[in-house]
């Protein structure tokens, strides 16, 4: 369940599986999506898949990504995007000592 | 890389927990024929495991893409996985719900309005998505797909409809005792012929993806996300 968590933390993975929601799409498609590097997109698949929310199949030269959520997943992802889940940012935050904390130290 | 034609892991997870609760049930059953418990006792047993076995079911249907298998594109298969599983879902949350906090009359009239609203929301969803596969198909000349586990996912899902069909009309017709009825006895039968190939499946699906010493094989050529 923490891998669902975490794939679904980050906006760039939710936009893909929406996306995919909407039909079954190759890794360059997805891509052509996004303003991210290509090596980004195959970490953010590479999580996605690692948590069971897609699932690739080769098809000649190109791999094709389909949806494979349960319907708690679903929700989970429903209530991501409502509530604008971003953990990354939360951890950034936490790495970065606040003043008070500098002072105290 | 997943292959197609076998289900995920948590989908196993779930044909255990299927057959767990079915095995509890039947538990509950003799514990009434022993007479160690009440008829209402095990009424409301029954009506909470069905609950949760729709809930269990509901959830992870999408998962196995079961309609995927008879359908070339993707989008109604979607849409229609991801109605049947949150009508099973919800409706079972509700059934289990009054079984356990409504009086047992309610509880059955409840359920068994509730189920009958199911099984005629699931016939109709998969009409209307075979009605539009086959036109998407006749208009793209597309070639249906053939895989095992989906096609697995579905005699489930049709099973589950079934008995919930039998179970709930016998309760609107009145007689409601048909949780000791040879019904409910045939149809757990064909629950468990139903779910024994996905059980199989899911087995081979595990053989494949380890190795000798039951560890997890590593891809031998790096994963470049398909590019």
Not at chain 1, 67 to 79: H, K, N
Not at chain 2, 107 to 118: H, I, K, M, P
Not at chain 2, 187 to 201: F, G, K, N
């Amino acid at each position: 369940m923490n891998r669902v968590f975490k794939a679904l933390s980050d906006p760039t993975r939710r936009r893909v599986l929406e996306l995919l929601r909407q039909r079954d799409m190759s890794a360059g498609e997805l891509a052509e999506h996004f303003d991210v590097t290509k090596p980004a997109m195959s970490a953010h698949f590479a999580v996605l898949r690692e948590a069971g929310l897609v699932a690739s199949m080769k098809r000649g030269q190109s791999v094709v990504y389909e949806l494979q959520m349960s319907v708690l997943e679903d929700a989970l992802l429903g209530f991501a995007k409502a509530l604008q889940w971003n953990f990354q940012k939360t951890k950034r935050r936490r790495a970065i000592p606040s003043s008070r904390e500098v002072f105290e130290r | 890389m997943n292959d197609e034609g076998h289900i995920s892991a948590p989908a196993t997870k779930t044909t255990y927990g299927f057959l767990l609760i079915t095995l509890a049930m039947l538990a509950s059953v003799v514990l009434w024929k022993v007479s160690l418990i009440e008829e209402d006792t095990l009424r409301r047993l029954l009506g909470i495991s069905i609950g949760l076995l729709m809930m269990l079911v509901g959830n992870s249907l999408p998962k196995t893409r079961f309609l995927k298998a008879f359908d070339s594109t993707s989008l109604p298969a979607t849409t229609a996985e991801r109605v049947i599983g949150w009508a099973l879902v919800l409706a079972g949350a509700a059934v289990g719900y009054a079984y356990v906090t409504d009086a047992l009359s309610l509880a059955t009239r409840l359920s068994a309005y509730l189920g009958a609203a199911l099984v005629l929301t699931i016939v109709v969803t998969v009409l209307v998505f075979w009605r539009s596969a086959y036109k998407h198909r006749a208009l793209e000349g597309q070639t249906t797909r053939k895989t095992g586990a989906p096609r697995k996912g579905l005699i489930l899902l049709l099973t589950l409809t079934w008995i919930l069909a039998g179970a709930f009309a016998k309760y609107l017709w009145g007689d409601r005792s048909w949780n000791a009825s040879p019904i409910a006895a045939v149809s757990l039968v064909a629950l468990y012929i139903a779910v024994i190939p996905l059980l199989m499946s899911s087995k081979r699906w595990n053989a494949g993806r380890e190795n000798r010493n039951g560890r997890r094989r590593r891809p031998t050529t790096p994963d470049y996300g398909g590019f």
